[in-house]
């Protein structure tokens, strides 16, 4: 496999879409480093995914946290040499109309989604340099393309993704570092399970392939760009979304 021997960090990796996302790179024979808040859930995840030739490191923390950050990579750096590849996926919701929509869940969302994926990109940046190789992977969303009524703040974060997407990859392309976004549509994960089933059918009915995503489907498209047939591809944003957006 093309990431063979690389170690890939991923961020929100215990569950759903980033637990999908390091199973795939464990397939491609990657190390596997899971990040997440919550410590058991991080270090069963990475029990799960070890053997078979793959080694992986459970750290816990808070993406939005510096401090937390800069423990979660030299965690990293400490048991594997090195931090290749990179995939901000940690997210959150907390949805509400534009009006009713609180301060604090502005600032938590912009917090966590956004101001994570850029003290994680800052601390991988510093790693990849050196190396003169690295992927950073951003997981957006189509609605930071397209808004969605009632996120706002979400959706504000996931465009963000997109700004800090193109412009990594503009300061950190001559290293050889390329940063991409991946853009899911409608994906079937615990985040979307608690949606109203009208809004289920409303994204649904926005299908061309006629089914929700899984997490497998993302999984497969940041599998590709984190590897060697990728190489000439950087600032992109790839839609995973069944044709939703077009
Ligand atoms: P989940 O809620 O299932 O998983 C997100 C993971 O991130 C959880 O393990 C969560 O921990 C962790 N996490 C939350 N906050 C932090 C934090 N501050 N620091 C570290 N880790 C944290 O989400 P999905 O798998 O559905 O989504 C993954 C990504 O894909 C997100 O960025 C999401 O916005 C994006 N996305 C999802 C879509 C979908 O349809 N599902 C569509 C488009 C984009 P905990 O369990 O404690 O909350």
Redesign the pocket.
């Given at each position: 496999m093309s990431s063979a021997g690389r170690t890939a960090l991923v961020?929100?990796?215990?569950?759903?879409?980033?637990?999908a996302i390091a199973s795939e790179l464990a397939a491609d024979g990657c190390s596997i480093v899971i990040?997440?808040?919550?410590a058991d859930?991080a270090s069963e995840a990475a029990e799960k995914l070890a053997g078979g030739g793959i080694e992986t490191l459970a750290t816990s923390?808070?993406?939005?946290k510096s401090a937390?950050v800069e423990r979660m990579f030299a965690a990293a750096v400490g048991k594997f040499g090195a931090v290749d590849i990179l995939v901000n996926?940690?997210?959150?919701?907390r949805d509400g109309l534009l009006l009713r929509l609180d301060e604090k869940d502005w600032d938590l969302v912009l917090s966590?989604?956004l101001k994570?994926a850029f003290l994680c990109t800052k601390a991988a940046a510093r790693i990849m340099m050196k190396n003169r190789w690295g992927r950073i992977i951003n997981?957006?969303?189509?609605?930071g393309v397209m808004g969605n009524p009632g996120q706002a703040n979400?959706s504000a974060s996931?465009a963000g993704l997109i700004g800090l997407t193109k412009s990594s990859a503009k300061e950190l392309g001559s290293r050889n570092i390329t940063v991409n976004a991946v853009?899911?549509?409608?994906?079937?994960?615990?985040?979307?399970e608690k949606l109203p089933e009208a809004v289920k059918e409303a994204y649904m009915s926005m299908l061309q392939i006629k089914r929700p995503?899984t997490?497998q489907d993302?999984a497969r498209v940041v599998s590709f760009l984190a590897g060697d047939k990728a190489e000439y591809l950087t600032g992109l944003v790839i839609n995973c979304d069944g044709g939703m957006l077009m």
């Open positions: 961020t929100g990796g215990a569950r759903g879409i980033g637990y990040s997440d808040i919550m859930a923390g808070d993406v939005s937390d996926n940690a997210g959150i919701t966590v989604n994570g997981i957006s969303s189509v609605v979400y996931k853009a899911p549509g409608y994906i079937q994960t615990e985040m979307t995503g997490p993302v």
